[in-house]
């Protein structure tokens, strides 16, 4: 019953149209949402509409904003009253009169209306509003505008989804009529705001009629040559070429960032934008272009604005509008008229809550003031202002044990409480020192700065404007003798960052012992051995750090414990210890070698424990021998190595076991891999790799060079021939195919020993080995009967017995023919007595049925050769004269499978 109301009150609005003045010229519906509890929108229609005093039957106190889903279904409405003008309505007085605008020249009158629906969540509605007219006389509108419905449509997503559940459309500050001078270039901008900072895109559009639907014979903006900026919305109109009214949609869709990192369409408002384009010798003013800019919250911005007018003696307006003005403090702008050429100046000092992901828009328009009649002309000019927030203040990293504690303030202008807070900041850190000052507009830690991620610290509902955070390495504990560089980032609601905080480097005090070697001296499966080495800690002297001895006295000792890896050192091999500090440290055992290791099948894992007195003080983090794989290719050798250690390896080099039992240096790699070529296949060839790394501390030994255990490998091939490439070309009228293919040992593989041929009928069908081939053979023909469709696929196999994959395949196809005779003469003379095909090639089978004038079925076959005399399958006797029709489904074979061809005709059979 719903639709039915819709559309008797559509049918209403078309018939009280008719008896009034024709009045809709432009306008736009957009939304909010409501703050608070529920669903609630305030939805707004705009609209310009004529007002000569005498349409007032077409002046409306009230519209209806219908709702629909997306598949078109008509859902609900929502009254809306005309809230604009001091004046209440006549009709109404709950609704006011609106306001008219140039009263006594072009006598606009603009119309606001507003309605409030809860919605929803997690739908998709369409909103539109319809009257029964628009004005007469527009342009790129066919036949007779004032009989095409105005339309203005919108969409409005309620999502359930966290950070897009709370969506307003952008606010147009600019009104949607404007004119144009004829042969002059125009332009005009909606000068969109979006108070959810979203990004705004802008697209042409087609404009609305009767039913929401297109308005029929529409000439699009395309046509007379307009284009819009997809980021500014500038819509420009290089030559309006002829006199009149043009109406043209502009499209304004909201993109809002996710967590994950993608955009996603939250709504849109469409224009339905008026152009009045007039006779006028007046040219438009020009200002002078305004780069987009970064800047910091709590920072001036001062940009300077001139605009000039090729006619010297028009005066000039400016004005500037866009989100900085709407916003508390708003920005300032000023300038001093005058005429020819003017001077402006914007300033603002953005607040914390200013930041966003999106850049604010900001459009300045200037508008000439032409003496006399002439109608004024404009000019825009619109820039991005970013936003972004300052770094986190007063930051310090301090060693403490094997932790680093890291301290924080929050940035004085950002502790506001609502709207873009900051809900958390995120540590980085990385190995080594760097100093990093970011550019104004270079937000988050660069990925190309090699930082990681380690930790994030919560900041909604904190009072405290002091933060800390401890890295403990995931509990694992940091290295000694490592520099490690911290960055601290404030992470706002919107998913924006700030600036981030200046790279503080620190390195955990020397306190305990650190490894430096674990290097493989022997390898074998059970007198193996590897020789460790550690330094030790820094004793603490005057104002230097270190260990404490006063604090922390003797006896000292060391404890070094070990596990296969992937373990962890558990088991304590060896033990040194002395009651003094100061001769335990004179101590030259800071090395051991341990024996009898299966350093062929294992790689190990150690550690060193430091104790004083019987407490354990310290630990050093582990570090592994390195662990090296070798596996064999064709005529190759790969090589990968792996490692575990406290220290940075940064080269590694590669020997090679000679004939006399040395090694010899074969080359060096910066990663962990290394691919040893040109060898001989069946030979056994083995290998050791030396690391070289440092610790980030000069004062500690470097370089550091480890050993792997030996490894070896033969080259075998295993790696199959490339495909050859293989051709087909089948001919249709002697039934052959020739296949051939390149030979393979000039493209691919030298050894190659013979080639397979492999066939299969169809397309998607199995391939079966046809035949095979020596390898100096590169062709091969073949001369089947019944079809030659198919495809053929070659490969190459090696003196190893490695194939090539059947990658590509080539395919050739029938030329099918099948026709049928319309009459035969049953008559014994030998001269057509048979319903035979006239021609019949590459046919699977078939399904014939004749049928007599009766529709009796008097034969059917699946043979495609058919050879029916005539004879009735019902009556067993030769059917009469006469005409008969039939009905054939013949199956063709394709490479591609059968597919059937539907034949339908008519047989005339004769006696005499």
Known sequence: MRVLKFIHFFTFLLIAGSLSATHNRSGEITYERIPGPGNQYKIRVTTYTNYNGASVNAD??????????????????????????????????????????????NNYKKNVYEG??????????????????????????GGDSSQQPFALTDTLKTYNIPGLSVNSTPTLLNPPIDKACLHKPFIHNPNAYDVNGDSLSYDLSIIFGQFAQPVPGYIPAQNYGITIDHVTGDFYWPNPSQLGEFNFGILITEWRKTADGDYVRVGSVLRDLQIDVVNCANNPPVIAEIPDTCIVAGTNYIQSITATDPDINNGIELTASGGPFNLSPPAIFSYVPGTGSVSGSMSWVPPCNAVRNQPYLVTIKATDQPPGNEPSLADYESFLIRVVAPPPQNFSVTPMGTNMVLNWSIPAICTQTSGNIIVSYLIYRKNGCEVFTPTPCETGVPSSLGYTQIGMVNAIGVTNPNYAFTDNNGGLGLTQGVDYSYIVVALFADGSNSLAS?????????????????????TDLSVGQIFVRWVKPVVMTGSSEGLDTIANPGPYEYRLLQSTMPGVPSTQIYSVSHPYFSQFVQLSDTTYTQTSLNTESNAYNYRVDFYCNGTLKGTSQPASSVRLTATGLARRVQLNWSYQTSWDNDTAFIYRQNALGGYDLLGNSLTQTYLDTGLVNGVNYCYKVKTSGSYSDPSIMHPLYNWSQKDCAVPKDTEPPCQPTVTASGDCNTQITQISWVNGAQSCSDDIVYYNLYYTPFLDSTFVLLDSFSNNVFSFTTDYASSIAGCYAVTAVDTFGNESIIADKMCVDNCPEYELPNIITINGDSLNDFFIPIKNKFVKDIDLKMYNRWGNLIYETTDPAIHWDGTSIQSKQPCVSGTYFYICDVHIIRYTGIETIKLKGFLQILKN
């Open 116 to 141: 409030v629906k809860q919605l929803n969540t997690g739908a998709n509605y369409i909103l539109y509003m319809f009257d029964p007219n628009r004005n007469g006389g527009i342009v790129n509108i």
């Open 502 to 522: 200046n790279a503080v480097c620190a390195k955990l005090v020397r306190s305990v012992p650190l490894l430096t070697n674990v290097s493989v001296d022997t």
């Open 60 to 105: 409306r106190c009230e519209q209806m904003v219908y709702i629909r889903d997306f598949s078109g279904a008509y859902l609900d409405s929502v009254p809306c009253l005309r809230v604009n003008g001091a004046t209440l309505c006549s009709t109404n007085p709950q609704a006011t009169e609106g306001v008219i605008l140039d009263p006594g020249t």
